[in-house]
């Protein structure tokens, strides 16, 4: 089977090249005679490496000096115990804005480690169908930290901009929307995000973590889930993943040539514009059930008219060649994840056979 | 540079083999158009991988239906706090045999979560030369479980045989060991293990836990760090490591087709003869610290008359092809380790090398 147009919602599509850089580098890692998967991580050669990856994400990133970049493992899901495990505990609370499945988790974890206040939700009927508004938040401005999530891969909304908590720390979960567009990282005092959409192969998680929140961590957790102890090793406590960061320099590497974030924000923003656009123009056979200042341009979500329609168009689509189109097991209907691997002329294509479907089945 | 003879402590060499493999199949994954870093673990095809893989591993290790096979993240550290986060509490207390650095970290991390007592240790102004044996052992009948270290990387020592816990359930850390020789399944409650020396690449953790002892893990640590989330969903709650675990499935793949661990075994007590022989033969220029009867199979660890030539040895070595020969920067002189994907060659090689360089420089 040729390579065909890879819409998984995550793991999902890396570029190419890094895929090809991979495989011919993969008997030999920068002239050490063995493979990257062989050679210590407290070799002269991997740690170039690994240095190398965390100055990249920053600088992708925008981060300041005053950021502790961190390459852990365990996935965002970890994360979700880690950040109030670390920051809650007696007389401290944290916001949580609910906005999905992830958020949910997030909160859930959260509760296990001192007292949290949902800050905010959109959740009707079990589903989220938008971001909520800025008005609509009640925040707490004595906060720890404000937890949200940036893009819902199985609601398909996303944060289009960020709330104001007026000082108190962002901690965010940007898996899914990471590095797809600017961010300005100011308001932000943890930023995570597990590596399976836009940095790279499951199995390394990336957090970014600004001094003061650091400082706030308490001292107790356990070792490997206390942030100062990956903080204070440069993530080389112990033995980190490293094939997963291998690549993940790579895609960091990639990034960079297209010519960063905001180069890739125009390609993502085309992208989103091109395929709500044939949703929208469908006079009704593709519905779109997220608000429209709510929509994800990373996991584009739709339905058809009946349930079997939407069986036929992710088989037919499979066998044109269009991976992954099937919905959420939690929600049904069509998702198009389309992260930065995902050129345009790929959701061109999508779109042709979107197109041609509805003709066919109207 | 030619691929060398690898003697790194981990991550280490692996099978050439699944090298060759991973790089030709590295663009695609079982015909499904897309590199195996890039398809759904949702995909049926990463399932059926999956479960191939736990297969493999209950097979070459001899586990019964009553072991259940977890693949997870954050290395033999992160267990070293979920075995007791899990199993610990009040009123309940935990052995703890000291073998050395890996044991003591073990320790650290079980005291924050209930009682431990230090059932035998070995340790003599710092250093550890030897397993304690059976009589030396000051054993808890009431134990919840005795955790060990099974062979030690840093100190090059190993349990030749395990000791009698008169039913209390071993937890070993089998790390830097798993698959080197037939072990019998039956007194070990837990097995874990780092992927990094004879499993695979790092950034997967193999963790084997018999269904008493998952009956009696709390249900209420947190969702990643508990056991019973990861049996009930066959370790896919959320993403997994999925590069790191196909690789995991080559090798397993690799060693069976060796002919198991009985095969191995056979090996690699080949290769402890030979290097053991050639330092005990060296009329004491190269001096092996560990008491006989207590030798690890995997890492040797040796002595050569003065730092500087220790310096000189492992110099000489790297220009003669042979990389990884210094031992770990706690203890300092020489370490060979051989772990399965290090032939019987290999070890004859350097076997030459260190008998040239002793002639050389006595």
Known sequence: MARVHNFYAGPAALPLEVLEETRDELLEFRGSGVSVMETSHRSKEFDALHNETIGLFKELMGLGDNFKVLLLQGGASLQFAMVPMNLLGEGKSADYIQTGSWSKKALKEAKLFGTVRVAGTTE??????????????????????????SNNTIFGTQWRQFPDTGGVPLVADMSSDILSRAVDPAPFGIIYAGAQKNLGPSGVTVVAIRDDL???????????????????????????????????????????????????????????????????????????????????????????????????????????????????????????SMYNANGLESVKDVVGFMKDFAAQNS
């Open 214 to 336: 650091l400082e706030k961590c308490s001292k107790d957790t356990t070792t490997m889930l206390n942030y100062h102890t990956h903080a204070d090793k440069n993530s080389l406590f112990n033995t980190p993943p490293c094939l997963a960061i291998y690549i993940l320099h790579k895609v960091l590497n990639w990034t960079k040539k297209q010519g960063g974030v905001a180069s890739l924000e125009k390609i993502n923003d085309a992208k989103a514009k091109l395929i709500y656009g044939a949703i929208d123009g469908s006079n009704g056979f593709y519905n779109c059930p997220v608000e429209k200042d709510s929509r994800s341009y990373m996991n584009v979500v739709f339905r058809l008219p009946t349930e079997e329609l939407e069986k036929k168009f992710a088989g037919e689509g499979l066998a044109a060649g269009f991976l992954g189109l099937k919905g959420h097991r939690s929600v049904g209907g069509i998702r198009v």
């Open 124 to 149: 009707k009927d079990g589903v989220f169908r938008s971001i909520p508004k800025q008005e609509e938040l009640d925040l707490d401005p004595n906060a720890v930290y404000c937890h949200l999530t």
